[in-house]
């Protein structure tokens, strides 16, 4: 696999310095991306940089992922309208540990000379002195250079600080560090930090220059820079977030079912683009399903081949399996059986905004019937009155967990309590949840 063409047919190149391909073509090559630990989960945002590193160890090369202990501490002013908030450092910490996990489910560590490595940048800035700082880094790169960059020419206007003016040589620094001591040859990113991974390059020509690497000061680029186009929506915003927010890889902040759903809710339109840089499917495979989606649009099948691949990678194939089944209840297809398959917090992903009544144990032992559930024991909030229930029973418009009762009589001992709290309502197309707690 050659690591540019895969980018090329999959539109996922942006930009490259001249001699990148020549030299991805002459040796196995070290490259890497980094990673801010500003939470302690990625976002689907942050995994079309992840697929680079992906697709690069998968042509034969060696990725490194860099978590930003350091320089998460300072925030990137990149795409910024406004500074960041500092973060404490047990925070960071355990958003480092967060990333790294997650970093685990995409690379692989043990594949000999091209297995993955994890560094974290904190490890050379700890003990590096602000004095020391200054005459390693900050004498190779001049004023006009560092406010040419866009991610400080766009804040100029509004403000930028000290702090966040110097985010791009912290950055140039990793690039130099990791050239230096571990052969690293590339840095990638998205097309937004071309201008910090070009000031890495610039720093590591200036100081190799000063190094008497070359006697003449010209020092051949070694170092490289590679970028992979923002994916937006069709309106031009960031792609990643949904309604709530941001779409996480921690199952805690976005179920895997919240996740699953993300990818079939996407539209035709942003499809053929979505499948291409965030799934592992072949060209002639994408392709395929693409003509088959063509003919039978309705099925939403290049939809499903998204959600399938990258739920998978994300969350692990029983998740997956459990997001399908949890997707069957929003369709109408759901059993008893399925939505006893649901753990309790599927479950509530499933119903989030259904309308919710909580009883007491004891209340819901003291019912006598269904009938007292429905109206009497939820205060109304299901039916307004036995009567408007008992009207509703005899229309066959009253469910309990997805299975028609007919009969008003049905003693709640009989009824199934999903995850021993919940049941599930139906009163015709509309859901109400009983919660026993």
């Known amino acids: 696999m050659n690591f540019i063409e895969e980018l090329e047919w999959r539109g996922m190149l942006h930009q490259m310095m001249p001699g990148t391909a020549e030299q991805l073509e002459k040796e196995m090559t070290s490259a890497y991306i980094g990673f801010d630990p500003t939470a302690k989960s990625l976002h689907i945002g942050n995994l079309a940089?992840?697929?680079?590193?992906?697709?690069?160890?998968?042509?034969?090369?060696?990725?490194?992922?860099?978590?930003?202990?350091?320089?998460?501490?300072?925030?990137?002013?990149?795409?910024?309208?406004?500074?960041r908030q500092?973060?404490?450092?047990?925070?960071?910490?355990?958003?480092?540990?967060?990333?790294?996990?997650?970093?685990?489910?995409?690379?692989?560590?043990?594949?000999?000379?091209?297995?993955?490595?994890?560094?974290?940048?904190?490890?050379?800035?700890?003990?590096?002195?602000?004095?020391q700082f200054l005459r390693e880094v900050g004498k190779y790169l001049t004023i006009n250079y560092m406010s040419s960059k866009d991610s400080v020419k766009n804040r100029i206007t509004t403000g930028i600080s000290y702090t966040e003016f110097t985010y791009q040589l912290l950055q140039g620094y990793d690039f130099y560090h990791l050239y230096k001591n571990h052969g690293v040859r590339l840095q990638m990113g998205g097309s937004d930090q071309w201008g910090n991974i070009t000031t890495g390059t610039e720093l590591i020509r200036r100081k190799e220059a000063n190094d008497g690497s070359d006697a003449d000061g010209e020092v051949e680029y070694s170092a490289y820079a590679l970028t992979t186009p923002l994916v937006t929506k069709p309106d031009g915003t960031k792609f990643g977030k949904s309604e709530s927010g941001n779409v996480w890889l921690d199952p805690?902040?976005?179920?895997?079912?919240?996740?699953?759903?993300?990818?079939?809710?996407?539209?035709?339109?942003?499809?053929?683009?979505?499948?291409?840089?965030?799934?592992?499917?072949?060209?002639?495979?994408?392709?395929?399903?693409?003509?088959?989606?063509?003919?039978?649009p309705h099925l939403r099948i290049v939809q499903q081949a998204i959600a399938k691949d990258v739920t998978i990678r994300v969350h692990g194939e029983e998740q997956y399996n459990l997001a399908v089944k949890a997707s069957e209840?929003?369709?109408?297809?759901?059993?008893?059986?399925?939505?006893?398959?649901?753990?309790?917090?599927?479950?509530?992903?499933?119903?989030?905004?259904?309308?919710?009544?909580?009883?007491?144990?004891?209340?819901?032992?003291?019912?006598?019937?269904?009938?007292?559930?429905?109206?009497?024991?939820?205060?109304?909030?299901?039916?307004?009155?036995?009567?408007?229930?008992?009207?509703?029973?005899?229309?066959?418009?009253?469910?309990?967990?997805?299975?028609?009762?007919?009969?008003?009589?049905?003693?709640?001992?009989?009824?199934?309590?999903?995850?021993d709290k919940y049941l599930l309502i139906g009163k015709g197309k509309k859901n109400h949840i009983v919660k026993v707690s």
């Open 252 to 296: 805690e902040m976005t179920s895997p079912y919240q996740f699953y759903q993300f990818w079939i809710n996407q539209s035709d339109e942003v499809c053929e683009r979505l499948i291409r840089v965030f799934t592992l499917l072949s060209k002639e495979e994408i392709e395929k399903l693409e003509t088959e989606h063509k003919e039978a």
């Open 329 to 419: 209840v929003l369709f109408g297809k759901a059993t008893l059986e399925t939505l006893q398959s649901l753990d309790e917090k599927t479950f509530n992903s499933v119903f989030d905004g259904v309308p919710t009544t909580e009883i007491s144990k004891a209340d819901y032992g003291a019912c006598e019937s269904l009938l007292d559930l429905v109206s009497v024991t939820t205060n109304g909030e299901i039916y307004a009155s036995k009567g408007e229930a008992r009207r509703a029973f005899k229309g066959n418009a009253v469910s309990v967990n997805k299975t028609k009762i007919q009969d008003e009589r049905t003693p709640v001992s009989d009824l199934t309590l999903l995850n």
């Open 86 to 131: 500092f973060l404490d450092e047990n925070v960071l910490r355990e958003n480092q540990e967060g990333i790294k996990a997650q970093l685990a489910r995409f690379l692989d560590f043990e594949s000999g000379n091209n297995a993955a490595e994890i560094v974290n940048n904190y490890d050379w800035f700890k003990e590096m002195g602000f004095l």
């Open 49 to 83: 940089t992840i697929m680079l590193l992906v697709h690069f160890q998968r042509a034969g090369h060696k990725p490194y992922a860099l978590v930003g202990g350091a320089t998460g501490m300072v925030g990137d002013p990149s795409g910024k309208s406004a500074e």
